[in-house]
T-cell receptor, first 115, second 112 residues
Framework: DGGITQSPKYLFRKEGQNVTLSCEQNLNHDAMYWYRQDPGQGLRLIYYSQIVNDFQKGDIAEGYSVSREKKESFPLTVTSAQKNPTAFYLCASSIRLGAMNTEAFFGQGTRLTVV | RKEVEQDPGPFNVPEGATVAFNCTYS??????FFWYRQDCRKEPKLLMSVYSSGNEDGRFTAQLNRASQYISLLIRDSKLSDSATYLC?????????????FGTGTRLLVSP
């Protein structure tokens, strides 16, 4: 089945540690996104990528880093510089070019907790 | 001004009621629009795209008003299972790229 997979589902991090969240898609989508959602809040864009080896900062990129070495994969690293990393992280993908009304498909999310 | 704004609610309605949500967007160059549904502690899922001419899918109707820069979602004959948060999504990109921006969501609670 085609889809977008995030792992792990739950992640606990000690303060000062970097952690990497995985996001893989087999939908052949060009664009991939990372969002953060805090309780009772909307989704905020962290980073997005339109093509391999290219990515752009979203609204809250500080303390995060990404890579896009393969079309299928867009891992997110939460660094120790991120002051309040506890949140629900959602990865999404969509077709990039030429199509109208190209919706985004989401993974099931990763709940990150700093302990 | 936020790029996408929604009334957070909650909207409390009885089963069978009709309820409508609005969402305003600030960028007049926005290309495409969507409504997503998000259940508690789950990922958002596409409910429907919003077309310029308006579109309907069963009990759900979406409208776009470009002049006033808002989209709406109408739910008729509400069911208990419609209880969720409804997210308005705007694509701020042009045909060369996409930047999807989400509203904070409107929470709907349908009661028996």
């Amino acid at each position: 089945d085609g889809g977008i997979t995030q792992s792990p589902k739950y992640l606990f991090r000690k303060e000062g540690q970097n952690v990497t969240l995985s996001c893989e898609q087999n939908l052949n989508h060009d664009a991939m996104y990372w969002y953060r959602q805090d309780p009772g809040q909307g989704l905020r864009l962290i980073y997005y990528s339109q093509i391999v080896n290219d990515f752009q900062k979203g609204d809250i990129a500080e303390g995060y880093s990404v890579s896009r070495e393969k079309k299928e994969s867009f891992p997110l690293t939460v660094t120790s510089a991120q002051k309040n990393p506890t949140a629900f992280y959602l990865c999404a993908s969509s077709i990039r070019l030429g199509a109208m009304n190209t919706e985004a498909f989401f993974g099931q999310g990763t709940r990150l907790t700093v302990v | 001004r936020k790029e996408v704004e929604q009334d957070p609610g909650p909207f409390n309605v009885p089963e069978g009621a009709t309820v409508a949500f609005n969402c305003t967007y600030s960028n007049s160059a926005s290309q495409s629009f969507f409504w997503y549904r998000q259940d508690c502690r789950k990922e958002p899922k596409l409910l429907m795209s919003v077309y310029s001419s308006g579109n309907e899918d069963g009990r759900f109707t979406a409208q776009l008003n470009r002049a006033s820069q808002y989209i709406s979602l109408l739910i008729r004959d509400s069911k208990l299972s419609d209880s969720a948060t409804y997210l308005c999504v705007v694509n701020l990109g042009d045909t060369g790229f996409q930047k999807l921006v989400f509203g904070t969501g409107t929470r709907l609670l349908v009661s028996p």
